[in-house]
C-alpha cells in the first residue's frame, strides 16, 4: 500500500471516497497518530488521489455526496443510551457479564463455588455440598444474592441481559437507581430461596431470570393497580415472558437445546415483584387521591 494523503482529522472524507470508490480507484482511509491517512495499490494511484483532493480543496471539482451508510449504527446506538440515567441497570449488567468470564460462562467450578447459593467443594472430579446454615454460619451471607450473576452460557447471558435492559432501563429511569436496586435485591433473594426449596442442597442454580421476573411483576403489577403509572412496555412483553414461564414447567425447552430452567426461581421473582407492585402502586394511588 502507498500513503497518499495525511490530513487531519477534522476534514469529513466521506465524499471524497464516496467519489473514488465509484471511479474504481481502490483505497482505505485509516487513523495514526491524531491524522487520517489515504492509502492507494501504488505511486500513481497516490498521484491521482491527491490530485482529485486539490481540485475538490480549491473548488475545481464537486463531489456529489455520499449516501448515508447502510447496517447497524452500533455507535450511534450507543450514544442514544442515557447512560447516567440508568447506572444501577448498567452496573448489574456489567457485573454479570464479569461473572460470566470468570466462570468461563458457567464451566469453572472452582470459581462457580464462589457465588452458588449452597456452598461446595471441589475435589477429584466430584462436588462435595455443604448447607445453607454452614454457609451463613460462615458469614458468607453474599449467598443469599449472588447466584443471579451466574450464568451458563453466553445464549442464557444474552437473553437475561436484554430482559434486563427491558425492564430495569424503565424502571430506573422512571424511579430512580435505589428503588431499583431495593426492587433487584427483595426479587433476588426471594427467587434464590424459591429454587432453594424447589431443588435442595444438593442443586447448583444461577442467572438473572428470577430478577427480570420479578421486575416484569412489578411492572405489570404496578400498571394494574395504580392507572397514573405507566412504563411504556408493549403488552408483547408481558405476554411473551409469562408464556416463557408455563413452558419452562413442560419439557419442550429442555428437548430444544434451553437446558434445565429454574422455574421456582423464575416464578418466586415474579411473585415477590408482583407483591411490591401492589404496595407501590396502592401507596402512590393514594397520593394521588390525596391530591385530587
Given at each position: ?6 490530513l487531519?482529522?477534522?476534514?469529513n472524507?466521506?465524499?471524497?471516497s ?16 491524531g ?8 505511486e ?11 481540485q ?15 447496517g ?5 446506538f ?10 444501577v ?38 462436588l ?18 449472588s ?10 447471558l444474552?437473553?437475561?441481559?436484554l ?16 428503588h ?8 433476588a ?8 426449596f ?16 420479578g ?9 394494574k ?7 411504556g ?50 401507596l ?9
Amino acid at each position: 500500500m502507498h500513503r497518499a494523503l495525511e490530513l487531519p482529522v477534522d476534514i469529513n472524507l466521506s465524499d471524497l471516497s464516496y467519489f473514488l470508490y465509484t471511479r474504481g480507484i481502490p483505497h482505505k482511509v485509516t487513523e495514526e497518530s491524531g491524522k487520517q491517512v489515504v492509502w492507494t495499490e501504488n505511486e500513481e494511484m497516490s498521484l491521482i488521489v491527491a490530485n482529485l483532493y486539490q481540485q475538490w480543496q480549491s473548488g475545481e471539482l464537486t463531489l456529489p455526496s455520499a449516501p448515508p451508510k447502510k447496517g447497524v449504527n452500533a455507535g450511534g446506538f450507543l450514544k442514544h443510551i442515557s447512560w447516567q440515567k440508568m447506572p444501577v441497570t448498567l452496573l448489574f449488567m456489567l457485573a454479570s457479564m464479569v461473572v460470566v468470564l470468570i466462570t468461563r460462562a458457567g464451566t469453572d467450578w472452582h470459581t462457580i463455588a464462589w457465588f452458588s447459593f449452597i456452598p461446595f467443594e471441589v475435589a477429584n472430579g466430584y462436588l462435595y455440598f455443604g448447607s445453607l446454615g454452614m454457609g451463613l454460619d460462615q458469614g458468607e451471607y453474599w449467598r443469599l444474592f449472588s447466584p443471579v450473576f451466574l450464568h451458563f452460557g453466553l445464549t442464557h447471558l444474552a437473553f437475561n441481559m436484554l430482559a434486563l435492559y427491558i425492564f430495569g432501563s424503565r424502571l430506573e429511569t422512571r424511579q430512580g437507581g435505589i428503588h431499583l436496586l431495593a426492587i433487584i435485591v427483595f426479587t433476588a433473594v426471594i427467587s434464590n430461596f424459591a429454587q432453594y426449596f424447589w431443588g435442595g442442597d444438593d442443586t447448583i442454580f444461577g442467572g438473572f431470570s428470577g430478577v427480570v421476573y420479578g421486575l416484569m411483576g412489578y411492572c405489570m403489577t404496578r400498571e394494574k393497580v395504580d392507572r397514573h403509572w405507566h412504563f411504556g412496555l408493549p403488552p408483547f412483553y408481558y405476554g411473551f415472558m409469562l408464556t416463557w414461564l408455563v413452558l419452562g414447567y413442560t419439557d419442550i425447552l429442555g428437548s430444544i437445546g434451553f437446558g434445565n430452567m429454574a422455574n421456582a426461581a423464575h416464578t418466586g421473582g415474579l411473585v415477590a415483584g408482583c407483591l411490591l407492585g401492589a404496595i407501590a402502586g396502592l401507596l402512590f394511588k393514594e397520593r394521588h387521591i390525596e391530591k385530587d
